[in-house]
């Protein structure tokens, strides 16, 4: 592949300014092999796991690449903040145990005080040679000065209201979000643009607003090294003919019992009989009910799918690898067709 030249490329040494999303319950280390070794940016979706699962994963990973023990790894771990607040305060902390494997960045997301981590970053590598890149995920201007200007983040995150999972439901449109930042904030750090990227066309016209990469979520959904299970692949598949199919809420987390999130902080998710439950006014206990006996019976009317808002710009599964290389391949030539519009 050509490569595309931005300052998170050259930050990193990728040549392709695609990240995968750090999605907890749907990344795998199949898929970030997969991106990095294609020239993206892969990420490792550790906030649910314990301090052990995180290292597995991380050992995992770097006997993949085959690289010596005390390398740094090419890839970037995240994690979330509110999560970060219950378990670093116990005898088993996350972020000691993403450090001491050296990945190339980690990133922060969703918590009343990510400065704390960020903070704990620094200090950390203040002992040390290996220097660890600092991404956090913002949603709002304002929250993109603070992670800017207080706590000097290496690559900044701009999450649009169309992405998958969790997310503030207050955010703007991603490119609306990017070009704000951008006009409020002077020489801001490398941005990354997050939340219903599916094509080609779609990253060059972020990189042409002043985007330096792009984060594909749902998209990688669509591989078979994503960590969704069978069911939930073939609901994506059955919901990708329409462009409406995912809507947010707390309804998902609410039957998932993953309450805790920082206010405003909401899930988007294909919107199915879990969503069709919570718009009827069924009663807290009773959506329990349907959705616990659905998972005992095995029932799809009621699985959570995290996904976003671009999940019918995707219609097939394709191996991880292919898909970098189709939007890159893409993004290149919508670029040169832009190029034509000056008669160049």
Not at 108 to 119: E, H, N
Not at 186 to 200: E, S
Not at 209 to 217: E, T
Not at 299 to 304: F, G, N, Q, S, Y
């Amino acid at each position: 592949m050509h490569p595309i030249k931005t300052a998170f490329t050259e930050l990193v040494g990728v040549t392709t300014p695609i990240v995968s999303a750090p999605m907890g319950y749907a990344w795998s280390a199949e898929l970030a092999y997969a991106v990095a070794t294609t020239g993206g940016f892969g990420m490792v979706g550790a906030a649910l796991d314990t301090p052990e699962q995180i290292r597995t994963s991380l050992q995992t990973l770097r006997k993949r690449f085959s690289l010596p023990p005390n390398s740094p790894l090419p890839i970037g771990v995240g994690l979330i903040g509110w999560l970060l607040d219950k378990t670093e305060l116990t005898e088993d902390p996350r972020i000691p145990a993403v450090l001491e494997e050296k990945p190339n960045a980690i990133w922060f997301a969703f918590g009343d005080d990510l400065g704390k981590y960020v903070r704990q970053v620094r200090a950390h590598d203040a002992t040390r040679e290996h220097k660890t890149l600092v991404f956090v995920c913002v949603n709002t201007v304002e929250e993109a000065r603070m992670a800017i200007q207080d706590w000097q983040v290496d690559v900044l995150v701009a999450q649009g209201i169309e992405a998958g999972g969790h997310g503030s439901s207050h955010a703007p449109p991603t490119s609306l979000l990017v070009t704000s930042i951008l006009t409020a904030i002077p020489n801001p750090p490398p941005i990354l643009a997050a939340g219903g990227i599916h094509t080609g066309a779609q990253v060059a016209s972020l990189l042409t607003l002043g985007a330096s990469g792009v984060v594909l979520g749902t998209r990688l959904l669509f591989t078979p090294e994503c960590g969704y299970t069978p069911i939930q692949k073939s609901l994506l598949i059955e919901s990708s003919t329409s462009t409406h199919a995912t809507t947010r809420g707390m309804c998902y987390d609410e039957v998932n019992r993953t309450l805790g999130w920082p206010s405003g902080i909401d899930g988007r998710a294909i919107a199915n009989d879990i969503w069709t439950d919570y718009v009827e006014g069924v009663s807290v206990e009773e959506r329990l009910r349907r959705f616990d006996e659905g998972k005992v019976k095995g029932e799809k009317e009621r699985v959570v799918v995290w996904a976003g808002a671009g999940l019918g710009l995707t219609r097939e599964v394709k191996g991880a690898a292919e898909v970098v290389k189709e939007v890159h391949e893409e993004a290149i030539a919508r670029i040169q067709w832009a190029q034509s519009l000056l008669g160049l």
